[in-house]
């Protein structure tokens, strides 16, 4: 069973314009709404794929009961832990003549020491049965920078890996506690480090603590420092959409493969096939199924995306 943990999850909303014109009105074609946060939009995407999979987050208010009512919904495993505070909630806007996305999103509620006590109690519970731990996203207001540590810690002890999708002074305190794989995007290995060589930059997460650094490059994909070598896995062409989600999906591949048991050129292959289809898909948390299947890494004979050592 792959956990996925949401410390500040969210209501997604997606407004969908044929062109986002600053300083104007607009028409939305589409509007939609979702449970969301990093960690559970991993979930959607491992339940999508038919693995097991169970979210942990913090449920508020009427916006939290309706993350809750969605997860139900789509029949994605959770254990929710209540908090005094409403649940936040993000807003996005498809700009479909661009392709473009742009995204608003709110802080949180504040959560108490006792809520954070019964989070952490949660995931205690779960790490019996797990076989990786995932923490994605940004931390409420309230909680320590080394909240993401904390939980690292007893995964490590409770012997499953650990996967952290963090930034900033959440992500130089969780690698500081050796997960298993660390997931910054280029913007965030660079602030994380100091450093703007990407490679550079993913050697001294891994000299900080972390097993493994996949770092997403945007279009020129993913770069894998790991145990095993280092790997770059890149998609066959640029493909236009909705980036909101891609690097979640990169995270399901990566827990997926840790599940599974795959080599990481496995894993990083099929994470770019993941991630392009996400792209081609409307929302964070979905994926395209014909893109993912076409570019998806096969036994033999597969052309697209092959990673490749450097």
Same mark, same amino acid.
């Given at each position: 069973? @792959? ?17 986002? /014109? ?70 996005? /806007? /498809? ?67 650990? @996967? ?86 990169? /995270? ?59």
């Amino acid at each position: 069973m @792959i956990v996925t943990v949401t410390l500040n999850p969210a209501l997604d909303i997606t407004h969908t314009v044929a062109s986002l /014109v600053p300083h104007s009105s607009h028409r939305v074609t589409d509007v939609a709404a979702q449970a969301g946060g990093k960690g559970v939009n991993v979930a959607r995407v491992l339940h999508a794929l038919g693995l097991p999979t169970v979210a942990v987050a913090f449920r508020g208010g009427l916006t939290g009961a309706a993350v809750a009512a969605d997860l139900d919904r789509h029949g994605i495993a959770h254990r929710l832990v209540d908090t005094a505070g409403e649940s936040r909630r993000t807003f996005t /806007v /498809v700009d479909l003549g661009s392709g473009d996305a742009t995204v608003f999103n709110e802080a949180g509620p504040a959560v108490s020491g006792a809520e954070w006590q019964a989070f952490r109690e949660q995931v205690h519970r779960l790490l019996t049965g797990a076989s990786v731990l995932v923490l994605s996203g940004s931390l409420p207001p309230g909680l320590p920078d080394t909240a993401y540590a904390q939980l690292a810690g007893a995964a490590a002890r409770a012997g499953v890996p650990v @996967i952290l999708d963090a930034a900033g002074p959440p992500l130089r305190a969780g690698v500081t506690a050796g997960p298993d794989v660390v997931k910054p995007n280029a913007t965030e290995l660079a602030e994380a480090t100091g450093l703007p060589d990407p490679l550079a930059a993913a050697e001294a997460l891994r000299a900080a603590g972390a097993r493994a650094v996949v770092a997403s490059l945007g279009p020129a994909g993913l770069l894998a420092v790991t145990p095993d070598g280092t790997f770059r896995a890149e998609p066959p062409a640029p493909l236009a959409g909705n980036p909101t989600g891609a690097g979640d999906s990169v /995270v399901a591949a990566i827990a997926a493969g840790i599940h599974t048991g795959t080599s990481w050129p496995h894993r990083l292959a099929d994470a770019v096939a993941l991630s392009a289809a996400t792209v081609k898909a409307p929302r964070a948390g979905q994926f395209d199924a014909d893109t993912y299947h076409r570019l998806a890494p096969r036994p033999a004979g597969s052309r697209t995306p092959t990673p490749h050592p450097t």
